[in-house]
């Protein structure tokens, strides 16, 4: 309780430190990605400097190569960090390891209603929902990190010329009534390149037909009749209404089909939206976009997908207590405008849905929205990377039309199935 009083002081007021906190380090190190990601960390940066008198140097790297600097440093046991944001694919290797420093058992972090709880269960080991890796079940839940970055996958469309989809049959009659390739102007457009992006795209409509990939027991359960109408459904159906070429199209060229005025629906992540769509230097379409939950399935569920990057300290770091308290400034209500006007993705429900932030940001409310839904993670296991690159290859070979639907889950699931045994997963 003094611990969180001391934070709660700290937070709401411009002094230069809180009492009762250890002397001020020289500086705090954050090991962070290079890219669009810290974007609004860099914007409020001067304003923790200004008032609270440490200074925070940001040390960033290329994605794959954070993960393995990170890794070093824990290996070693290192105290080369004092923060870090992490992609919240890292947390089962990172939580299961023991590498992080436990938020609430060490400062006795409270839960805010102002949060959503998805958010919370992203940062926690073991996950409180969904299969649990071997041997790691018996251990104390803990929370370990908590979201800067709230990257969350919803819906866009040409409010100027169709309805608000809610459901996919929506989106399908959304796309009738406008396609003309002659144009050219397509229906919907695909993020459909081999790996991780067509599966941050197909595994929305997945499990929004009913399909999983895995049982609470992690028996692969991918071989469903679900996930072959889904498969079928997004690489027949949505296809026929989409650009020629989109089985090699990333996050970029989908976007830019949007921004020019070429394609009327789509998924989409809030960095694409600010760099792009709703840019005013690059998109025609500014003011016609409308922004929505991902749509329902047969399976009668909204999935939209998570992608937050979390902030978490070391267990070497030798400035804990500063860290953390830079964790609660940093996620805090106050720091959170500036921090999204700065060009940081929010993730606090008062942010999302705050009126006057909604204008300047027209898809606040639909991130919101998916945050409630809740938002769908994937798979907690240290081997994700290997079962999105199985499925993401057979995705692909569907959607360009080398595999057909059934020929690319039988055989990711087959895959998929002996990866997992050979990982240990089962005996």
Request: aromatic fraction near 12%; proline fraction near 9%.
């Given at each position: 309780?003094?611990?969180?009083?001391?934070?709660?002081?700290?937070?709401?007021?411009?002094?230069?430190?809180?009492?009762?906190?250890?002397?001020?380090?020289?500086?705090?190190?954050?090991?962070?990605?290079?890219?669009?990601?810290?974007?609004?960390?860099?914007?409020?940066?001067?304003?923790?400097?200004?008032?609270?008198?440490?200074?925070?140097?940001?040390?960033?790297?290329?994605?794959?190569?954070?993960?393995?600097?990170?890794?070093?440093?824990?290996?070693?046991?290192?105290?080369?960090?004092?923060?870090?944001?992490?992609?919240?694919?890292?947390?089962?290797?990172?939580?299961?390891?023991?590498?992080?420093?436990?938020?609430?058992?060490?400062?006795?972090?409270?839960?805010?209603?102002?949060?959503?709880?998805?958010?919370?269960?992203?940062?926690?080991?073991?996950?409180?929902?969904?299969?649990?890796p071997p041997g790691e079940a018996g251990k104390p839940r803990?929370?370990?990190?908590?979201?800067?970055?709230?990257?969350?996958?919803?819906?866009?469309?040409?409010?100027?010329?169709?309805?608000?989809?809610?459901?996919?049959?929506?989106?399908?009659?959304?796309?009738?009534?406008?396609?003309?390739?002659?144009?050219?102007?397509?229906?919907?457009?695909?993020?459909?390149?081999?790996?991780?992006?067509?599966?941050?795209?197909?595994?929305?409509?997945?499990?929004?037909?009913?399909?999983?990939?895995?049982?609470?027991?992690?028996?692969?359960?991918?071989?469903?009749?679900?996930?072959?109408?889904?498969?079928?459904?997004?690489?027949?159906?949505?296809?026929?209404?989409?650009?020629?070429?989109?089985?090699?199209?990333?996050?970029?060229?989908?976007?830019?089909?949007?921004?020019?005025?070429?394609?009327?629906?789509?998924?989409?992540?809030?960095?694409?939206?600010?760099?792009?769509?709703?840019?005013?230097?690059?998109?025609?379409?500014?003011?016609?976009?409308?922004?929505?939950?991902?749509?329902?399935?047969?399976?009668?569920?909204?999935?939209?997908?998570?992608?937050?990057?979390?902030?978490?300290?070391?267990?070497?770091?030798?400035?804990?207590?500063?860290?953390?308290?830079?964790?609660?400034?940093?996620?805090?209500?106050?720091?959170?405008?500036?921090?999204?006007?700065?060009?940081?993705?929010?993730?606090?429900?008062?942010?999302?849905?705050?009126?006057?932030?909604?204008?300047?940001?027209?898809?606040?409310?639909?991130?919101?929205?998916?945050?409630?839904?809740?938002?769908?993670?994937?798979?907690?296991?240290?081997?994700?990377?290997?079962?999105?690159?199985?499925?993401?290859?057979?995705?692909?070979?569907?959607?360009?039309?080398?595999?057909?639907?059934?020929?690319?889950?039988?055989?990711?699931?087959?895959?998929?199935?002996?990866?997992?045994?050979?990982?240990?997963?089962?005996?």
């Amino acid at each position: 309780m003094v611990v969180l009083l001391v934070g709660a002081l700290a937070v709401a007021s411009t002094a230069v430190a809180a009492p009762g906190l250890p002397p001020k380090p020289a500086k705090l190190t954050m090991a962070v990605v290079a890219g669009g990601e810290t974007k609004g960390l860099k914007a409020i940066l001067p304003m923790w400097e200004r008032e609270m008198g440490v200074k925070v140097e940001l040390v960033e790297f290329p994605y794959p190569t954070l993960y393995e600097k990170l890794v070093t440093a824990f290996q070693a046991n290192a105290p080369t960090f004092d923060l870090l944001i992490a992609d919240d694919p890292w947390m089962p290797k990172f939580g299961s390891e023991g590498w992080l420093v436990p938020l609430d058992q060490t400062f006795g972090y409270q839960r805010d209603p102002d949060i959503f709880p998805v958010v919370y269960d992203l940062g926690s080991w073991p996950p409180p929902r969904g299969p649990i890796p071997p041997g790691e079940a018996g251990k104390p839940r803990r929370l370990y990190a908590i979201t800067l970055v709230g990257n969350v996958e919803f819906f866009m469309y040409r409010k100027d010329l169709l309805p608000a989809p809610q459901t996919w049959d929506d989106v399908i009659a959304n796309a009738r009534k406008v396609h003309d390739p002659s144009k050219p102007f397509y229906g919907f457009v695909i993020r459909g390149a081999k790996g991780n992006p067509v599966i941050s795209e197909f595994t929305p409509v997945l499990l929004s037909f009913g399909a999983r990939i895995f049982d609470n027991n992690w028996r692969v359960v991918l071989n469903s009749k679900e996930a072959v109408d889904a498969l079928r459904f997004f690489a027949v159906e949505l296809k026929k209404y989409a650009p020629p070429g989109v089985a090699n199209y990333d996050a970029a060229e989908r976007a830019r089909e949007v921004a020019t005025g070429r394609a009327a629906q789509g998924f989409i992540w809030p960095a694409e939206i600010t760099d792009i769509v709703e840019n005013p230097a690059v998109s025609t379409v500014i003011g016609k976009m409308g922004y929505t939950l991902a749509p329902r399935g047969p399976g009668g569920k909204h999935a939209p997908l998570m992608g937050n990057w979390l902030l978490a300290i070391p267990k070497a770091s030798r400035n804990q207590r500063w860290a953390y308290e830079f964790i609660l400034w940093a996620t805090s209500a106050r720091v959170q405008r500036p921090y999204a006007l700065g060009g940081g993705i929010p993730f606090r429900r008062s942010i999302l849905q705050d009126a006057d932030l909604n204008r300047r940001f027209p898809f606040f409310k639909a991130m919101a929205d998916s945050l409630a839904a809740p938002a769908e993670w994937r798979p907690r296991t240290q081997e994700w990377f290997a079962v999105e690159a199985i499925l993401g290859t057979h995705v692909n070979a569907a959607l360009a039309g080398i595999e057909t639907p059934e020929e690319a889950i039988t055989k990711a699931a087959r895959e998929i199935e002996r990866h997992m045994k050979e990982a240990g997963y089962y005996r």
